[in-house]
């Protein structure tokens, strides 16, 4: 079985990208969807047994949902009991089967992405779907993304540890769990998918999970819309975007809603560190916290559950202007104090929904304030609401398009993109570098994930044959393994590389692996699958990124099933030393009077078709980069020149003439 994962994992390297992530992607799809559609049925449930069943009140729900309206409890009495019993029931669930799975989901998910993308445990989705859905539906105030994205990502954990998959691909399957988790809940799949590329960093992108993002949003939105139904949540909103001059207004919601979102920010990381400080069992908590948002939801009852029902409400124009001005006003604040309540005292749920929510319900109330007021006003609140969502959320969770597009697609509304870009520039400006996931890294120069690539750039352009060495020993697969320790004790090593009897690469062997078995088995059979062999193509940074994931090393290099050398780390050090060493002598003669300069390749330059290493580069030239149809390729020596590639050289000023001749074009200033 070892051998089959083992032989699997290889193949999966080996796998163009494109290829291997439309299948991995579609898997990972297709578990998030039947995860979101298990969740949404048990939240259904959920809500019918807790607010249903002992407060008799249902609570309003958007046109994409059913439509129904604002209604009073039968018993609101009973409203604190549900939410405080539910706060209970989910306490004694996390806390005695997966702490961990404690809070918004959504953050669990980013940390895993960047520290630990294989350590989900597999018990986590279950009992963050169950603790989330009796959260949600008893009336704790919580999101549906929470649980969705961590099921997607636990998927994709679980799949990186089943096929062995290598740091890289096991972080992408995360990052596309979360997205198709996220974009099947709210029916919205490019925004999801985009969700997963922006939301692990504050100021950059996962341009890596873009297909596999794109391939799994698609399936998991499919199997949930048929299951559940493809019609936006909010249903098909008009609201467009005629006016230049209310760009005033929606800078104005911009600086709103940047200002409360820093207060949701500091509510909910406040309340979070206060609830830990509580002599009390942990999972009584939620209980307490559960008590006081149900008394909360006695005076203003939009606070209870997703709230989502309200910001539909606050889409129309009429029933906005019935409710009372104050729990208008009210209703934004509320919905903050009770998701930092419900979600901050250990309960579990997602901050997504209730950030969208409290964005809504701020653009609904600035519209009924300045309603009677402000002149070239729009007739009806929906782009205040759709604007507001966009920006509050967009600029706390630092994903400016993945939230604008997913409240588009919520909406049905692609014609506020003008006025949202505004507001959310406004928004940022005022939140600036605060987020509500506290796992966010600024950028991928921060992230574990990227250690090696950003801390030492140069690594990227080694591949790992050029710093492998031959092994001292190779042992065959019949070999025993009294034997083979004996030799690896003679010659102190720590292991060596495995051979099947064709020469093809089987696998590893240590030496204290051998001293705790019988001698006289074959080391074939010993022979350590979780030691990745390390590609012979890939950069030394992905290698080094291998060999600390797996605590190791050393691994073995393997090109087409056939071992070329072992790598150590000191190995690649080396290797990296002396690129380094060799790149200083090439600038160094450049001097301050060099220049950087661009030339494109012509059909008929000399250049074209030769490799790097075969081309006589002046003396004191730098070949640094070469762009390729707007691909940028790392000028390695084996690299071919192409006609129609762009390059970049630096050159000092006394060999122009001769770098001239050689591309026989005159070169432009960089």
């Given at each position: 079985?070892?051998?089959?994962?083992?032989?699997?994992?290889?193949?999966?390297?080996?796998?163009?990208?494109?290829?291997?992530?439309?299948?991995?992607?579609?898997?990972?799809?297709?578990?998030?969807?039947?995860?979101?559609?298990?969740?949404?049925?048990?939240?259904?449930?959920?809500?019918?047994?807790?607010?249903?069943?002992?407060?008799?009140?249902?609570?309003?729900?958007?046109?994409?949902?059913?439509?129904?309206?604002?209604?009073?409890?039968?018993?609101?009495?009973a409203i604190p009991i549900s939410v405080g019993l539910g706060g209970l029931l989910a306490g004694i669930?996390?806390?005695?089967?997966?702490?961990?799975?404690?809070?918004?989901?959504?953050?669990?998910?980013?940390?895993?992405?960047?520290?630990?993308?294989?350590?989900?445990?597999?018990?986590?989705?279950?009992?963050?779907?169950?603790?989330?859905?009796?959260?949600?539906?008893?009336?704790?105030?919580?999101?549906?993304?929470?649980?969705?994205?961590?099921?997607?990502?636990?998927?994709?954990?679980?799949?990186?540890?089943?096929?062995?998959?290598?740091?890289?691909?096991?972080?992408?399957?995360?990052?596309?769990?979360?997205?198709?988790?996220?974009?099947?809940?709210?029916?919205?799949?490019?925004?999801?998918?985009?969700?997963?590329?922006?939301?692990?960093?504050?100021?950059?992108?996962?341009?890596?999970?873009?297909?596999?993002?794109?391939?799994?949003?698609?399936?998991?939105?499919?199997?949930?819309?048929?299951?559940?139904?493809?019609?936006?949540?909010?249903?098909?909103?008009?609201?467009?975007?005629?006016?230049?001059?209310?760009?005033?207004?929606?800078?104005?919601?911009?600086?709103?809603?940047?200002?409360?979102?820093?207060?949701?920010?500091?509510?909910?990381?406040?309340?979070?560190?206060?609830?830990?400080?509580?002599?009390?069992?942990?999972?009584?908590?939620?209980?307490?916290?559960?008590?006081?948002?149900?008394?909360?939801?006695?005076?203003?009852?939009?606070?209870?559950?997703?709230?989502?029902?309200?910001?539909?409400?606050?889409?129309?124009?009429?029933?906005?202007?019935?409710?009372?001005?104050?729990?208008?006003?009210?209703?934004?604040?509320?919905?903050?104090?009770?998701?930092?309540?419900?979600?901050?005292?250990?309960?579990?749920?997602?901050?997504?929904?209730?950030?969208?929510?409290?964005?809504?319900?701020?653009?609904?109330?600035?519209?009924?304030?300045?309603?009677?007021?402000?002149?070239?006003?729009?007739?009806?609140?929906?782009?205040?609401?759709?604007?507001?969502?966009?920006?509050?959320?967009?600029?706390?969770?630092?994903?400016?398009?993945?939230?604008?597009?997913?409240?588009?697609?919520?909406?049905?509304?692609?014609?506020?993109?003008?006025?949202?870009?505004?507001?959310?520039?406004?928004?940022?400006?005022?939140?600036?570098?605060?987020?509500?996931?506290?796992?966010?890294?600024?950028?991928?120069?921060?992230?574990?994930?990227?250690?090696?690539?950003?801390?030492?750039?140069?690594?990227?352009?080694?591949?790992?044959?050029?710093?492998?060495?031959?092994?001292?020993?190779?042992?065959?697969?019949?070999?025993?393994?009294?034997?083979?320790?004996?030799?690896?004790?003679?010659?102190?090593?720590?292991?060596?590389?495995?051979?099947?009897?064709?020469?093809?690469?089987?696998?590893?062997?240590?030496?204290?692996?051998?001293?705790?078995?019988?001698?006289?088995?074959?080391?074939?059979?010993?022979?350590?699958?979780?030691?990745?062999?390390?590609?012979?193509?890939?950069?030394?940074?992905?290698?080094?990124?291998?060999?600390?994931?797996?605590?190791?090393?050393?691994?073995?290099?393997?090109?087409?099933?056939?071992?070329?050398?072992?790598?150590?780390?000191?190995?690649?050090?080396?290797?990296?030393?002396?690129?380094?060493?060799?790149?200083?002598?090439?600038?160094?003669?450049?001097?301050?009077?060099?220049?950087?300069?661009?030339?494109?390749?012509?059909?008929?330059?000399?250049?074209?078709?030769?490799?790097?290493?075969?081309?006589?580069?002046?003396?004191?030239?730098?070949?640094?980069?070469i762009d390729r149809a707007g691909r940028l390729i790392v000028p390695r020596g084996e690299v071919v020149?192409?006609?129609?590639?762009?390059?970049?050289?630096?050159?000092a000023a006394q060999s122009a003439t001769a770098l001239e001749a050689l591309l026989k074009v005159v070169?432009?200033?960089?």
């Open positions: 079985m070892d051998l089959t994962r083992r032989g699997l994992s290889v193949r999966l390297r080996r796998t163009p990208y494109i290829r291997k992530w439309v299948v991995l992607g579609a898997l990972i799809g297709a578990i998030s969807g039947l995860g979101a559609v298990l969740f949404f049925e048990a939240l259904e449930l959920s809500t019918r047994l807790f607010l249903g069943g002992i407060a008799g009140f249902d609570p309003a729900t958007p046109v994409g949902e059913g439509g129904h309206g604002i209604t009073d409890a039968l018993r609101p009495w669930v996390v806390f005695r089967f997966a702490p961990e799975a404690e809070g918004h989901g959504t953050d669990a998910a980013i940390a895993a992405f960047h520290h630990d993308p294989r350590g989900v445990r597999s018990r986590i989705p279950l009992v963050k779907l169950i603790a989330s859905a009796i959260t949600i539906g008893s009336g704790g105030s919580g999101g549906r993304e929470g649980p969705t994205a961590q099921i997607g990502a636990g998927f994709g954990s679980f799949l990186a540890r089943a096929l062995d998959l290598d740091a890289r691909d096991a972080r992408i399957a995360v990052a596309a769990g979360m997205a198709s988790g996220i974009g099947a809940i709210f029916r919205a799949p490019l925004g999801g998918a985009m969700l997963g590329l922006e939301i692990p960093y504050r100021d950059d992108i996962e341009a890596d999970a873009l297909v596999p993002s794109f391939v799994a949003s698609v399936i998991a939105f499919s199997i949930f819309g048929a299951a559940v139904g493809f019609s936006p949540i909010f249903g098909q909103v008009g609201a467009a975007f005629t006016d230049p001059l209310q760009l005033v207004y929606y800078a104005l919601i911009g600086l709103l809603a940047g200002t409360v979102g820093r207060l949701y920010i500091a509510s909910f990381y406040g309340f979070t560190g206060w609830f830990r400080t509580w002599r009390v069992p942990r999972a009584a908590r939620p209980a307490i916290a559960g008590v006081a948002v149900g008394c909360l939801g006695l005076i203003l009852p939009g606070v209870l559950g997703t709230g989502y029902g309200w910001v539909q409400a606050g889409l129309d124009r009429q029933t906005l202007l019935g409710l009372p001005l104050w729990v208008v006003l009210a209703l934004p604040f509320a919905k903050i104090l009770a998701t930092s309540l419900s979600i901050g005292s250990g309960g579990s749920g997602g901050v997504f929904g209730p950030g969208m929510v409290v964005g809504g319900l701020l653009g609904a109330a600035v519209w009924r304030l300045l309603e009677p007021i402000a002149p070239g006003l729009p007739l009806d609140p929906t782009p205040f609401v759709i604007v507001a969502m966009m920006a509050l959320f967009g600029s706390i969770a630092h994903a400016p398009i993945a939230v604008t597009l997913m409240v588009a697609e919520m909406t049905g509304n692609l014609e506020m993109l003008a006025p949202a870009m505004i507001a959310i520039g406004a928004a940022t400006l005022v939140v600036g570098d605060r987020s509500i996931y506290a796992s966010q890294l600024a950028t991928r120069a921060d992230s574990p994930a990227h250690r090696f690539q950003y801390a030492l750039p140069l690594m990227a352009t080694i591949p790992a044959t050029d710093a492998a060495r031959q092994p001292r020993l190779v042992v065959k697969a019949g070999d025993l393994a009294g034997p083979v320790l004996d030799r690896l004790r003679a010659m102190n090593l720590p292991g060596a590389p495995v051979l099947n009897g064709d020469g093809t690469f089987r696998g590893t062997i240590s030496a204290v692996q051998l001293g705790a078995v019988d001698a006289s088995r074959p080391v074939g059979d010993l022979a350590d699958p979780t030691v990745p062999p390390l590609a012979a193509d890939e950069g030394l940074d992905e290698a080094l990124g291998l060999l600390a994931d797996h605590h190791v090393g050393w691994g073995p290099v393997v090109s087409g099933g056939r071992l070329v050398g072992v790598l150590s780390v000191g190995d690649a050090m080396d290797a990296y030393r002396r690129a380094l060493n060799a790149t200083l002598r090439k600038v160094q003669p450049l001097g301050a009077g060099g220049d950087l300069l661009r030339a494109t390749v012509s059909d008929a330059s000399p250049l074209a078709g030769r490799s790097i290493a075969s081309i006589q580069w002046p003396r004191d030239s730098l070949l640094v980069a020149v192409q006609a129609g590639d762009t390059l970049t050289i630096l050159v070169p432009e200033p960089a």
